[in-house]
């Protein structure tokens, strides 16, 4: 494409340049053609001025010479002889001009030649009598009385005059004829001018401006053509992009469901305490949460290629998010071998707004990386507060480790997504997509990741967020929290929960979590079902999930919002395995009143039970 435009625009410019060439010469020939008939008429013109001159010094030297010799002139004779010597040496000049021997005769030879014959014409030649004309006037104009042969040569000049006159009157007839054979000839010039000029125009047309504009037609063409290209390669590129996002947020779904059979289920049986299968099960847990850390990593990177990866803003406990991933970076390194170190310096009360999975997912994207790419040494992670002012602290934390190290050159490119360093793809694994991730989540927060690494020696990565402190500070959890005891102890009952999943191992996995802790069950394989049993029974919570036949969880949510049975207020959390903070409002709007993402853990469970349980249930013994 560059190149077909390199030469087009190349013969656009040899055409361009031919065409002005060509039409700067018409109009240089054209120019000069114009100047040169201007300056022509002007010497014939001057010609044609010298016979008028010699016409009227004829009549002035008959005039003079009459009062020389009219006894009843009044003029003073010594001026009428200065005149008539003027008028005489004045003709004598024009005449020797026009008989080719005056200055400038060079540009008027051409014009003065047609005199030649009437100059040399009749008895005694022209010539000869303009001459004798002069003569006999230069004697009657000198000085002294005039005498009678001065008498006679005033008459004979007298008559000669009359005679010069015809003559240089015919000069002008002549002249007159060749000014009009000479501008018959200089229209004729002008027309061939015209012609010629209309024809280079012509010419130009055919042979430059036309196959010009026939190129530019054609890449215009071409440029409609790949715009109507690129669009629809734009469009299908759009509808790609949309079915992998679909494709992915379907597959995320149906990889979850399964996920979160194992992993709670895997939960269950932890908390039965089983002998013998402890480090089974930790290790089923450790692959079940490095699996579901690559799918929310894939689902985040699509989010963010498409600029839906919004945050939350909610109060957390910073030191609780932190905790998760602490604990699973822990259990990694404790496999590979390795030291791991934690100086946390995060006031325990802190409670702060913002995103706390988004934190959780910076913090285990970093760790994880840590992990993988050390093979012998120590990760050590810490944190604090570097500095607070106005309600708002600026959170730090770091993780540096003892693994293989980045070259310098590499720095800038281990934030880009799919990208990994050296081998560590096939060495180590990974997509190349967490550190990116994390950068990009880090930044939406106001924050900044720098990194520092020497090869051979390790990577240090430190991140800091500007994060609002709450108003209100973090209650720790208490003593005996709900984990490790019945929810029941405090009311005399069991909590009454309706799970609604159309999948029966969702359905099993909720039962295996609440049910140790002393809750009573009942469950709906669809909305409408929940609708139903809501409609008869007050429920003390209701885990829904939303995608599902029949009916799904946000319909049947607001119809039960918007009935009058016993569970119009109670609090209604979304089970799923794709909801994420985009689609919060969304949910909100429909009635429920909290998510929890897919896989649900224990401890995912027993938070939403702390939160949402206590005053409802006192309401509901009250009751």
Known sequence: MAEAS?????????RYLLAIALLTAAAVANFTLSYI???????????????????????????????????????????TREALRTTIDRMRDVH??????????????????????????????????????????????????????????????????????????LMALVLEEKARQQNRFEKLLHVGALVSMCLALCLVTIFIFRPMASSIEKAVDNLEGAKATARHAEEAATQANRARGDFLQAASHELKTPLNAILGMTDAIRDKKVKGIEVELEQIIAAGDHLLTILNNILDTHRLSEGKLKLEHRDFSLSEAIAGPLARARAAALAKGIDFQVENKLPADLSVVGDARRIEQVVTNLLDNAVKFTENGSVKFDAGISAEKDKLADIYMKIVDTGIGIEQERLRQIFERFSTEGSMLTRNGGLGVGLALAREIVRSMGGEIEVKSDIGLGTSFAVHIPMPVSNEPHQSAPANPASDRNIHENNGRPLNILIVDDNLANRMVAEALVKPLGATTQSAADGRQAVDMASKERFDIIFMD??????????????????????????????????????????RRAGLDDILNKPVRRDMIVKCLDKWTKAPVDEAISA
């Not at 390199?6 to 040899?14: E, G, I, K, W, Y």
């Open 546 to 587: 939303i995608s599902m036949p029949v009916m799904d969880g946000m319909t049947a949510t607001k119809m039960i919002r918007a009935s009058d049975g016993p569970n119009a207020q109670t609090p209604i959390v979304a089970l799923t395995a794709h909801m994420g903070t985009a689609e919060w409002d969304e949910i």
């Open 37 to 79: 008939m201007a300056s022509l008429d002007t010497d014939r013109a001057h010609v044609f001025n010298l016979v008028t001159a010699q016409e009227t010094g004829a009549q002035r030297v008959a005039n003079l010479a009459s009062n020389l010799i009219d006894p009843n002139a009044a003029e003073d004779i010594a001026a």
């Open 6 to 14: 390199t030469q087009l625009r190349a013969s656009f410019d040899r």
């Open 96 to 169: 020797e001009t026009l008989i080719g021997k005056g200055a400038g005769k060079e540009r008027i030879a051409r014009y003065i030649e047609p005199l030649d014959d009437i100059f040399g014409s009749g008895r005694g030649s022209f010539e000869g009598r303009i001459r004798d004309f002069f003569e006999n006037a230069e004697t009657i104009a000198q000085g002294g009385g005039l005498s009678d042969a001065q008498r006679a040569l005033a008459v004979a000049v007298i008559d000669d005059a009359d005679s010069i006159l015809r003559t240089h009157n």
